[in-house]
């Protein structure tokens, strides 16, 4: 069901189509630097960050952004959001920039052109169904955050159909905990406006909230303990700490 803030007519099509066609610009170009082994960070974060301001601007999604002093250009974080919908990206993009990489499902991988481009710009495919390789995935993320480079997870693991908050997967607060890694929790409200659930028309003119709150850092709750329950107590509460900082941002 639309948002009833929103009428079917202004749905758009042309728009959304217009989203997919920016989005496969900046893919391809990304794809024959692979094919001819140039792919450079630098230039990938570029093409992330003008994209990304790209379907800001002509999607007009007026964004109320709080917070930003609390993202540290010195420091990388792993983030943490919630997930409402594929404009998410966009404007977690244009409100951090283009130094963050993605971990995502290894489903997006498999879309032509864009699922090699985003392999070659470093974004991180994970695969829940496979622990082993799950594992790997996190290892990676884990480099990367080591190399300055900021990591964005959404521990609901799937976007949420209503924009209420789903059930946290563990992964991600393993590894914060294992890598004493600091979390920044973000929260988006109303993505899920500029493209509801079951329909492919985007809207335009829709305002986003993004709260970028206080950095959590997993090394406040390293247990005294040896034992796995004393792991699973400390996750356990990082987890409800972090899913409380997102549910304050609506």
Same mark, same amino acid.
């Given at each position: 069901m639309l948002s009833?803030?929103?009428s079917p007519e202004r749905g758009s099509l042309a728009l959304s189509?217009?989203?997919?066609?920016?989005? =496969?610009a900046i893919s391809w170009p990304t794809v024959v630097d692979a094919a001819l082994g140039r792919v450079r960070k630098d230039v990938c974060d570029e093409r992330?960050?003008?994209w990304s301001q790209k379907i800001v601007a002509h999607t007009r999604i007026q964004l109320d952004v709080r917070g930003r002093e609390h993202l540290e250009k010195s420091r990388s974080f792993l983030v943490m959001s919630n997930h409402q919908s594929h404009y998410d990206i966009p404007v977690v993009f244009a409100v951090v920039g283009g130094n963050i990489r993605m971990i995502a499902k290894k489903e997006l991988?498999?879309?032509?052109?864009f699922g090699a481009a985003i392999r070659e710009a470093g974004f991180i495919e994970i695969d829940r169904s496979n622990r082993q390789r799950a594992v790997e995935s996190l290892e990676i993320a884990k480099k990367m955050l080591s190399d300055g480079v900021h990591v964005w997870i959404a521990?609901? %693991?799937?976007?949420s159909r209503t924009g209420e908050l789903l059930p946290f997967k563990k992964g %991600? =607060?393993?590894?914060?905990?294992?890598?004493?890694?600091?979390?920044?929790?973000?929260?988006?409200d109303g993505t899920k406006d500029i493209l509801p659930p079951d329909t492919m028309r985007s809207y335009p003119d829709v305002n986003v909230k993004i709260v970028i709150h206080p950095p959590i850092d997993a090394r406040a709750y390293a247990s005294n303990g040896s034992g796995i329950a004393d792991f699973k107590a400390s996750?356990?509460?990082?987890?409800?700490d972090v899913r409380e900082a997102i549910e304050r941002g609506f």
């Amino acid at each position: 069901m639309l948002s009833s803030r929103l009428s079917p007519e202004r749905g758009s099509l042309a728009l959304s189509l217009r989203t997919v066609y920016e989005t =496969f610009a900046i893919s391809w170009p990304t794809v024959v630097d692979a094919a001819l082994g140039r792919v450079r960070k630098d230039v990938c974060d570029e093409r992330l960050r003008s994209w990304s301001q790209k379907i800001v601007a002509h999607t007009r999604i007026q964004l109320d952004v709080r917070g930003r002093e609390h993202l540290e250009k010195s420091r990388s974080f792993l983030v943490m959001s919630n997930h409402q919908s594929h404009y998410d990206i966009p404007v977690v993009f244009a409100v951090v920039g283009g130094n963050i990489r993605m971990i995502a499902k290894k489903e997006l991988f498999k879309v032509p052109v864009f699922g090699a481009a985003i392999r070659e710009a470093g974004f991180i495919e994970i695969d829940r169904s496979n622990r082993q390789r799950a594992v790997e995935s996190l290892e990676i993320a884990k480099k990367m955050l080591s190399d300055g480079v900021h990591v964005w997870i959404a521990p609901e %693991g799937t976007r949420s159909r209503t924009g209420e908050l789903l059930p946290f997967k563990k992964g %991600g =607060f393993n590894l914060a905990l294992e890598a004493q890694l600091s979390i920044l929790p973000i929260t988006i409200d109303g993505t899920k406006d500029i493209l509801p659930p079951d329909t492919m028309r985007s809207y335009p003119d829709v305002n986003v909230k993004i709260v970028i709150h206080p950095p959590i850092d997993a090394r406040a709750y390293a247990s005294n303990g040896s034992g796995i329950a004393d792991f699973k107590a400390s996750r356990d509460k990082l987890m409800t700490d972090v899913r409380e900082a997102i549910e304050r941002g609506f």
